[in-house]
């Protein structure tokens, strides 16, 4: 089965400046990758995805980047706030397999002012 | 609507005891899955549906049933409640048919504490 892999475990960066949070997928059958971002108590909520016909996408201070070669991708978030803090989870599904996404283990980012 | 619910919020069980956790959608979505999240382990799956009728096994399956008999609710069942199952269980639902479809949107969790 697939197998995610996240790095940083925890990430510390001061306010205003970049956070990227790596990930790598082993099933080269996986097409789609979300990212979701948890507050402390909530639920998960998507922020960014991908599918692997595309090599990168923004929205906002957003990007995710896709390596298929590599099998990586990342998260990048610029000019970070201290509502950026939180932890991110990235996730790795071959579409047409009943929706199983797998998990990485996540990032808490915290964002210092 | 009201997207994905789950209930009970919050859920203290002693060793042995059985419950059902609830979860339910009003998007008529055809996916639904259940997690657990453990700390510094990531959201696994336990089980999930692609449909009415149909659900299969994920990553943690046992020491849970579950059954899909609407396309709106699917409820994971705890058989014999253990130590090791405290945890905090998300519900998920996706379209499931590939584009846009693929994301899954979660319920708000149950935190389950087994003593």
């Known amino acids: 089965g697939e197998n995610v892999e996240q790095h940083p475990s925890t990430l510390s960066v001061q306010e205003g400046d970049s956070a990227v949070i790596k990930c790598t997928y082993s099933d080269s059958a996986s097409n789609y990758f979300p990212w979701y971002k948890q507050e402390l108590g909530k639920r998960p909520q998507l922020i960014i995805d991908i599918r692997s016909n595309v090599g990168e996408k923004k929205d906002q201070r957003i990007a995710v980047t896709l390596n298929k070669t590599a099998k990586h991708f990342s998260l990048h978030i610029t000019e970070t706030q201290p509502e950026d803090s939180a932890v991110y989870f990235c996730a790795a599904i071959a579409t047409g397999t009943a929706s199983k996404l797998t998990f990485g283990t996540g990032t808490r980012l915290q964002v210092t002012l | 609507n009201a997207g994905v619910t789950q209930t009970p919020k919050f859920q203290v069980l002693k060793t042995g005891q059985s419950m059902t956790l609830q979860c339910a959608q009003d998007m008529n979505h055809e996916y639904m899955s259940w997690y657990r999240q453990d700390p510094g382990m990531g959201l696994r799956l336990i089980h999930y549906?692609?449909?009415?009728?149909?659900?299969d096994q994920g990553e943690v399956p046992n020491g849970y049933n579950v059954s899909r008999s609407t396309t709106e609710d699917f409820p994971l069942r705890l058989l014999s409640a253990a130590p090791s199952q405290t945890s905090v269980y998300f519900c998920?639902?996706?379209f499931g048919q590939g584009g846009r479809a693929d994301t899954q949107y979660f319920g708000p969790g149950t935190r389950l504490t087994v003593l």
């Open positions: 998920a639902s996706s």
């Open positions: 549906s692609v449909g009415a009728g149909i659900t």
